[in-house]
């Protein structure tokens, strides 16, 4: 049985439809559905049941479920603006922590998700090298509580039992649920439709030009592939990039959603909030080479491809979802 925490969420309901088309459906999906639509997310989804995750996590720790081979652990707050610090030590942290030192000592799969957010503004790099993680400086809470399990997994000796992946920029078929926190693919598109342009955030850096903010953009299905290919690879361990390697501006990102839906190009640039201004990345891009040389190597999408697939494969159509 496989368990996959945030199971209805973006990546973690796109990680249960490949594993279903992968022939998986002994999959327990761990969540906390609310009074969202994120059940939306699990209604073409094949799996075994749906367990909150407190209850999950009593139960686990306690020996109540039994038959786990693999724990794909992609459930946190992931809303950069979270203000409740001690909620995101505990949520992000704490829980994660718990649930990875009882997945080692019963030598269950653990596959965590960590974020690019934990490389701060990008100024020591982004390499994902163990060694490395002592340098980061995250900008925010959230950024921070991922890294605290990194720096703790690194102290302990963990990597060589488990995966921790640095996720870049993702967009895809299912994030619809997530508010604020939806890709700017996603927005964008939203945006043509509304408003016949795309908002972009000016820049406040004199060298960087309005919307040639650089970011490195992964679709969520190259990001599910990676995954599978982990679940089949249970000798590589580590902390790993999870981004296309390409960097690319916000303006390249506009231009691809316009030409994918068929509309003239209009970019409006608008004032960042002040609150944003300090800790706004202006530059990413994912180290792949380790992931590569490790045995893991996928072809990840050119980002017109990627929003081509979703914009014409997903959100113009009546079934949006995966």
């Not at 973006?10 to 459906?25: E, W, Y």
């Not at 316009?258 to 608008?270: L, N, T």
């Not at 113009?316 to 979802?321: E, I, K």
Request: hydrophobic residues 40%; aromatic residues 12%.
């Amino acid at each position: 049985m496989i368990v996959v925490t945030g199971g209805a969420g973006f990546i973690g309901s796109a990680l249960v439809r490949r594993l279903n088309q992968k022939g998986q459906d002994r999959i327990l999906v761990v969540d906390q559905l609310g009074t969202g639509s994120k059940w939306k997310n699990l209604v073409k989804a094949r799996f075994l049941d749906y367990i909150p995750k407190q209850r999950f996590l009593e139960l686990f720790l306690k020996n109540g479920l039994a038959g786990i081979e693999a724990i794909f652990h992609l459930g946190a707050c992931s809303d950069t603006g979270q203000a409740d610090a001690d909620y995101l030590y505990a949520n992000n942290f704490v829980y994660s922590r718990r649930l990875a030192e009882k997945a080692l000592a019963e030598g269950i799969r653990f596959i965590h998700a960590s974020s690019a957010a934990t490389y701060g503004d990008g100024g020591n790099g982004f390499s994902d090298d163990e060694n490395d993680l002592v340098r980061l400086r995250p900008l925010n809470m959230y950024a921070f509580s991922k890294h605290l399990f990194d720096l703790w997994a690194r102290r302990r000796n963990h990597f060589s039992g488990l995966v921790s992946l640095k996720f870049f920029n993702v967009f895809g078929p299912n994030e619809y649920h997530k508010g604020a926190m939806r890709s700017v693919v996603l927005k964008a598109f939203e945006q043509v439709r509304r408003k016949g342009r795309v908002e972009l955030f000016k820049s406040y850096r004199p060298q960087v030009a309005d919307g040639e903010q650089r970011r490195d953009f992964i679709y969520v299905k190259d990001c599910t592939e990676v995954m599978c290919r982990l679940l089949e690879r249970p000798e590589i361990n580590g902390v790993f990039n999870l981004g296309s390697g390409r960097s690319r501006t916000w303006n390249a990102l506009a231009r691809a959603v316009f030409r994918a839906m068929g509309q003239e190009e209009k970019i409006v640039y608008i004032d960042m909030p002040p609150q944003f201004r300090e800790h706004y990345q202006y530059y990413t891009q994912a180290e792949m080479e380790k992931l590569k040389s490790s045995g893991c190597q996928v072809a990840c999408r050119q980002l017109e491809e990627a929003v081509e697939d979703y914009i014409q494969g997903y959100l113009n159509t009546d079934d949006p979802y995966l």
